[in-house]
């Protein structure tokens, strides 16, 4: 199964908001409710940002929001600041036979 | 707190045998899910297994299923990854990362273990 289909590259000054989008098919982000988002600095762990399409966890900021409309998952980040600037990735479980998870290729955020 | 410690990375040669550890604490380790994640140098995430909270089910991506095998031992709040036939493109860090309900991993990584396939 390939990974889900994120842009590349996304940039934005701070203060600004940005979208990442990641988009799968039905057997997996359209039809599933469980979609979460990570970050990752360079040399870090990925941190969770959202899960549950939309649900943060504990002390991650509210600046970050995650949505989803048919085979296409969205992580936004309002009021972008310079420490946003990092990858990130979107996880999503599939709905085959036998259960799976897949991740999205990654999007690297540039703070302009 | 929560923490999760992988050891037992290294350099392993191509069709030979490697096994990660992770060690839990701060949490009831027995009764989350609990998965393996890796990152190829320069790459994006991979799942690679998932193992029940009991230890009885377990799923494995098409990339490693019938080469590794993870298991755990919930007396010590361990859990490990049997690597066994690396090949080249097994290269990365890999992470142990707890499951949030059933369906959904992530809520707390390791710091992650190195592993190195090369002869």
């Known amino acids: 199964q390939s990974a889900l289909t994120q842009p590349a590259s996304v940039s934005g000054s701070p203060g600004q908001s940005i979208t990442i989008s990641c988009t799968g098919t039905s057997s997996d982000v359209g039809g599933s409710k469980y979609v979460s988002w990570y970050q990752q600095h360079p040399g870090k762990a990925p941190k969770l940002l959202i899960y549950?399409?939309?649900t943060r966890p504990p002390g991650v900021s509210n600046r970050f929001s995650g949505s989803k409309s048919g085979n296409t998952a969205s992580l936004t980040i309002s009021g972008v600041q310079a420490e946003d600037e990092a990858d990130y990735y979107c996880?999503?479980?599939?709905?085959?036979?036998?259960?799976?998870?897949?991740f999205g290729g990654g999007t690297k955020l540039t703070v302009l | 707190q929560v923490q999760l410690v992988e050891s037992g990375g290294g350099v392993v040669q191509p069709g030979g045998s490697l096994r990660l550890s992770c060690a839990a604490s701060?949490?009831?380790?027995?009764?989350?899910?609990m998965h393996w994640v890796r990152q190829a140098p320069g790459k994006g995430l991979e799942w690679v297994a998932a193992i029940w909270d009991d230890g009885t089910n377990k799923q494995y991506a098409d990339s490693v299923k019938g080469r590794f095998t993870i298991s755990r031992d919930n007396s010590k709040n361990s859990l490990y990854l049997q690597v066994n036939s690396p090949r080249a493109e097994d290269t990365a860090v890999y992470y142990c990362?707890?499951?949030?309900?059933?369906?959904?991993?992530?809520?707390?990584w390791g710091q992650g273990a190195l592993v190195t396939v090369s002869s």
């Open positions: 701060g949490f009831t380790f027995r009764i989350y899910v």
């Open positions: 990362t707890r499951g949030i309900g059933e369906m959904q991993l992530g809520d707390y």
């Open positions: 996880n999503s479980y599939t709905t085959p036979s036998t259960p799976k998870w897949i």
């Open positions: 549950d399409v939309s």
